[in-house]
């Protein structure tokens, strides 16, 4: 026989009831089955939010009793077709309606409620609830819980009484009917015949006596989810359904929130070794969950993440703690005598301090407990005041596998201080299947992502991006993100999720994800964009795994850099500004992103797409040193000086550099050799050598008095150094030589120059807007290194800044 259980849900409307009529009469065809059901769903709430008007004598009782009615009468009215079963259900239900408005009406004239009396209001639920459900199900047998579910009262707390339930449920059921069906959550004390109940999710608890009792052949918990998760879905859009879990495992879950199924159901069920099926009403064709004694191997070294808000944190201190028996007997036996659960203890090996983990609810007497049981020693100065935390949540990350794979609890630490989050108490036990940690509940979404995400329970390794500036670069990046997402989906198992774009007026946030389709037409019409703004939207929306990706060549964005770093997001910039400011600027955002285990990569600064930077860092980690760089650094000015022709006049060559994509958003500053100054500065640092802008040595070849003024001014007066550079390019074409701008670093010392080269030099033949860096090191001291491309362009520079993110993606 089977024993199964259909929760709140599963009974709230006609559409689960009438999936639930299906299952239990298919399942009725093949062996006898046992159905207890909980109210309706949401009506236990009522009947509780109903007690509380009635004793405040507001009349507004009588409006939501009546609220109640209406909602059974309805439903009886849907789903009983049969004339003669409804109405003799009618009768039965409306007899406990009236039973109800008495002790409602009673409560309200006396303006007392008692436990007594609150106890018997909520057994209504499930005894309407179970008779609507045996009316439906054709050949069904109705039975009363409180018949054979007894309990006995102890620390003022109904107590099941095991033993004489156990004799009363194998008499009541012998015969075994077909169909029984049965009230979950409801009892009956054993000295008094008072109506009881078994807690909150007490249903549960029903089905798994019955099922242990009379040795079930499994007990079937029917809800609205597909089983237990290894995570929120509501939280983690990639969290999966676990096949299956240990008793163990499940009870470590369930105590920490996963609310799959109440927590006391397991233990009788596994004391009789009898599996427990968590199964979706909605969905009965779906595995589920399955639980039992042992679960199948998996090759996760965790089973599945719980969590609980609303967390409080109690430390006890003081050092009349250290050596002495019988403290922690005294906090907890206080706080049990008060009623007050603790779900988390932390203490550490010195004994002078104790933190214990209670509901927020809870933490005002808790506190008040502890401080009067430690009154003396206050007093004395022997112990501290009780010191207590709210606003904190507990994260528990739970499998039977932790016990054979080390290093668990350290990479956990780990990946929660590289994502910026901080551990304020933890807790293992010895059978390490439980590692708990408390923080602050700001954190918590974050927290159960990069967990999720980290241990390889995720499908796919996931990144979210912040991608700012859309322009040339911008655009380019997220063409190719869209390009490329299905291909990293399904050989790379990487998810990149763009959940925010900025441009220079607007921005776009979005959590779940943007659709790179549509978001032209959205960003338009989102809020408006700052530097400020755009900082604190990206910070507070605190999501794991970020990057911020800056296509612009703002100062203003580059100087939120800091900040993000110091909130553990990873920045990948095409903006050459941060790494060429102030030196200790440079050095303080490296050292900030090496100290937090993020990232701070900036490859396209110097050659868009090319490896230069990561060359360098190469050979300097190997042990290499850099001891000059010779480079065409500018594929502005490169590709400005190909084009210089008898018939393309030096001002045409600037016009169409800037046309195709080639030059700054203003192209003085390819011209007055900023970028190139940049690139070199950042270059020179990267080779090891302390390096500012100021000191790079600079022979240009427009006159200062061009860089002044507006860009309009520029544009007009260009042409009239057209004839200069014709003259001096035919000269140049006699002499069988061409015109690099060439930046130079010698043992730390940097100059920008416009220079002639022949035909033997390695930068005589540079095409287009090709880059080239020559590298002279102590080992390529001879023959130097050549790195030789594209150096300028939107679609190689984005798929650099593409490059920078696979890599932070891959770590």
């Known amino acids: ?53 009635a004793v405040e004598g507001n009349e507004g009782w ?10 059974h009468h309805q439903m009886i ?26 002790i409602y009406f009673g409560v309200y004239l006396i303006h007392d409620l008692s436990g007594k009396t609150q106890d018997a209001i909520v057994s209504y639920g499930e005894r309407l609830s179970s008779n609507i459900v045996a009316t439906l199900i054709r050949g069904a047998k109705w039975m009363d819980a409180r018949d054979f579910i007894k309990t006995q009262r102890k620390n003022h707390q109904h107590v099941l009484d095991s033993e004489l339930t156990n004799k009363l449920v194998e008499d009541a059921f012998d015969p075994l009917p077909r169909i029984s069906l049965v009230p979950g959550f409801i009892s009956r004390d054993e000295d008094t ?17 019955l099922a242990a009792a009379l040795d079930a052949e499994v007990l079937e918990i029917w809800t609205d989810v597909d089983g237990f998760m290894t995570a929120d879905p509501r939280i983690i859009k990639t969290a999966y359904t676990i096949n299956e879990l240990s008793y163990i495992e499940a009870m470590e879950l369930c105590n920490f929130g996963a609310k799959v199924i109440y927590p006391p159901t397991i233990y009788p069920v596994c004391v009789k070794n009898i599996p427990i099926k968590v199964k979706n009403t909605f969905h009965p064709d779906r595995a589920g969950t399955i639980i039992k004694q042992k679960a199948a191997e998996s090759d996760k070294p965790i089973r599945g993440i719980s969590s609980i808000g609303g967390t409080a944190l109690i430390t006890v201190t003081g050092l009349s703690m250290v050596g002495v028996i019988g403290v922690n007997r005294r906090i907890f036996t206080a706080l049990a005598n008060n009623g007050i659960s603790v779900f988390l203890v932390s203490q550490a090996s010195s004994e002078n301090s104790t933190s214990i983990g209670v509901r927020e609810e809870d933490v005002e007497a808790a506190v008040a407990v502890l401080d009067s049981e430690f009154s003396k020693e206050i007093e004395t100065g022997a112990m501290f005041p009780m010191h207590a935390e709210s606003g904190l949540a507990t994260v528990a990350i739970v499998g039977e596998n932790m016990k054979h794979t080390p290093g668990i609890a350290g990479k956990l630490f780990g990946v929660l201080g590289r994502s910026g989050i901080s551990v304020i108490a933890c807790a293992q036990g010895a059978s390490e299947t439980n590692i708990s940690f408390v923080v602050d509940a700001q954190y918590l979404r974050k927290s159960l992502n990069v967990i999720h995400d980290s241990f390889f329970l995720s499908e796919y390794k996931e990144l979210n991006l912040f991608v700012c500036g859309i322009g040339t670069v911008g655009g380019k990046l997220l063409e190719q993100i869209k390009t490329q997402a299905e291909e990293l989906r399904e050989h790379s198992r990487l998810k990149l999720r763009v959940v925010g774009i900025a441009s220079s007026k607007n921005m776009l946030f979005d959590r779940n994800g943007i659709n790179l389709d549509t978001y032209p037409e959205e960003l338009k019409k989102a809020d408006k964009c700052t530097p400020d703004s755009l900082r604190r939207e990206i910070i507070e929306m605190n999501i794991f795994n970020s990057v911020f990706v800056d296509c612009t060549a703002s100062k203003e964005i580059s100087e939120l850099y800091q900040s993000f770093l110091d909130h553990n997001i990873s920045i990948v910039t095409a903006n050459k500004i941060a790494a060429s400011s102030a030196y200790e600027k440079y050095e303080q955002l490296k050292q900030t992103a090496l100290a937090r285990g993020i990232k701070f990569k900036y490859e396209t600064n110097v050659g868009a797409g090319l490896p230069i930077i990561g060359t360098i860092n190469d050979l300097r980690n190997s042990g290499d040193h850099i001891l000059k760089i010779e480079a065409v650094l500018s594929g502005t000015l490169n590709f400005i000086f190909n084009e210089l022709s008898a018939t393309v006049p030096f001002s045409e060559t600037v016009r169409k550099a800037k046309i195709e994509g080639y030059s700054e958003p203003d192209p003085r500053i390819d011209l007055s050799g900023t970028d190139v100054v940049r690139k070199l500065v950042i270059l020179t640092r990267e080779a ?59 043992h730390g010392q940097m100059v920008v120059a416009l220079k002639a080269v022949g035909k033997n030099h390695p930068f005589y033949n540079l095409e287009g807007s090709n880059n080239i860096v020559l590298l002279t090191t102590e080992r390529y001291r001879e023959y130097p290194m050549q790195i030789q491309g594209y150096g300028a362009g939107a679609s190689v520079t984005a798929a650099g800044v593409f490059a920078n993110i696979m890599s932070i993606a891959n770590i």
């Open 1 to 53: 026989m089977k024993v199964l259980k259909f929760g709140g849900t599963s009974v709230g409307s006609v559409k689960s009831i009438l999936c639930l009529k299906r299952i239990v009469e298919n399942e009725a065809k093949r062996q006898p089955v046992i159905v207890v059901v909980s109210a309706l769903g949401g009506i236990t709430d009522q009947l509780l939010a109903t007690s509380r008007l």
């Open 688 to 746: 090891g050598y302390r390096a500012e802008q100021e000191e790079v040595e600079k022979q240009l070849f427009v006159p200062d008095s061009y860089f002044k003024g507006t860009q309009e001014e520029f544009w007009a007066r260009l042409p009239l150094l057209d004839a200069e550079f014709e003259a001096k390019r035919k000269k140049l074409e006699e002499e069988s030589k061409r015109w690099r701008f060439v930046a130079t670093m010698n």
């Open 193 to 209: 015949d008072e109506t009881t109940n078994l807690g909150r999710g007490g249903s549960d608890y029903t089905a798994a006596i």
């Open 77 to 102: 009215d849907t789903i009983i077709t049969d004339t003669t079963a409804r109405e003799q259900l009618f009768q039965t239900v409306d007899a406990l309606f009236d039973q109800l408005r008495s």
């Open 62 to 71: 009588k409006a939501a009793f009546d609220e109640m009615i209406t909602r």
